[in-house]
């Protein structure tokens, strides 16, 4: 039985987030429903793959890894010079912020530091 899945099934060519299709179970004999492979589908590509279950698996724990490191935020800081009264604009992007004092904050665990006579005027987040 397995022997005709490994011919049927095809390795994941991109890297966008894929999605399981549920109750799309097949076996060899397409009579019963069986745990051993299952259909995923990309929407960005529009691609149906046939793939094993431990494929499947394979390919969740690397979403969960890719999710966990792309930033979801686009922070902007805008910097007030305190002698010249002159502001700038800074954008960083990440998933955290903190702000530790009036002249440095914290961004996914990185700490960035402005001038001596600079400090946070204000912080917004948007959502990418």
């Known amino acids: ?3 005709l899945f490994k011919k049927k099934v095809d390795k994941v060519v991109c890297s966008h ?3 399981h299709l549920q109750d799309t179970y097949i076996s ?3 009579m019963c429903d069986v745990d051993d492979a299952c259909y995923i589908f990309c929407s960005k590509c529009e691609m149906q793959k046939l793939v094993i279950d431990s494929e499947w698996e394979r390919i969740k724990k690397m ?4 999710d966990d490191e792309k930033p979801r935020y686009k922070f902007v800081l805008k910097i ?3 002698k010249t009264g002159n502001g ?3 954008i960083v992007k990440g998933n955290d ?3 530790v004092n009036k002249s440095t904050v914290i961004i996914d665990e990185v700490e960035m530091a402005f001038g001596v006579f600079e400090y946070i005027a204000e912080i917004n987040a948007y959502s990418i």
């Open 28 to 30: 060899a004999n397409h």
């Open 63 to 66: 979403q969960e890894i890719i």
């Open 88 to 90: 700038s604009i800074v």
């Open 97 to 99: 912020i903190k702000k």
């Open 17 to 19: 987030k894929w999605h």
């Open 1 to 3: 039985m397995f022997s």
């Open 80 to 82: 007030t010079d305190s």
